[in-house]
């Protein structure tokens, strides 16, 4: 799913998806010293750096026009011929992205030509993700078509140098309302505005996603989800497969 994907999707996705300032954290700790950044697959800007020289590409021109003024110059562009020069930026970022490129190690492979330092992405690991309640049980489908976009952590060291992986708790709170983070809030995957926002929905057939939400409704109705995962509505963090990886290149 690209550009014309987001085109479509693109038009909810601030109201939904604001970068949650705990993953804004890590990943600007992560970028270490790196004075210059591309933020790859950089969407509305969500998580750039506000201390550094900063240049976005990304495809969809809705998700450009949401870039709040005053952000950083985005250039209309894709991951697998980045429109910049080698070694051209200290450090690459890339948040939530790189299961929708269209040639993941043509991405990769141009992400490293633009890079002088490290790479950053902050990525799910669905061999975790697959056991949060609504892809296990209600929606397995989910990682069943995850699978075939998502990079796994084994591939990302194989192509990477230097890879150093770290978990990502995911809190309650979070602001950034992809679709695992709603993990204390079912009622949530109810809600068309937030389930517009997320791709995961965008990808299934619309008789699967009207089944697994069936059955959601149902269980929350009758109580069943609370006997199951209740305990979850008081917990303040969970490992649902949010991972930072990190690449250093020299
Ligand atoms: C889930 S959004 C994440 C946006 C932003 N990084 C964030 O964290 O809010 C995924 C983004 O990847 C972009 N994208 C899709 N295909 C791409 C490609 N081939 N190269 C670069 N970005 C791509 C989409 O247009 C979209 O903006």
Known sequence: MSAPAYDRMGVSYSDVRRADPRFEAAIWEALGDARTVLNIGAGAGSYEPTDREVIAVEPSPVMIAQRPAGSAPAIQGVTESIPLGDESVEATMGVFTMQHWDDLNRGLAEVLRVTRKRIVFLTLDLDVTEHMWLCRDYLPEIIEHDRNAFPTIAHLRAILPNVQVETVPVPADCTDGFLVALWSRP????????????????????????????????????????????????????????????????
């Open 187 to 250: 009622e949530a995957h109810l809600d068309p505005n937030v389930r517009r926002a997320s791709s995961t929905w965008h990808r299934l057939s619309p008789t699967v996603v009207e089944n697994g939400l069936d059955r959601l409704r149902h269980d929350l109705d009758s109580g069943e989800w609370d006997r199951r995962y209740g305990d979850l509505r008081t917990q303040t963090t969970l490992d649902v497969g949010l991972r930072l990886v990190k690449a250093e290149l020299h």
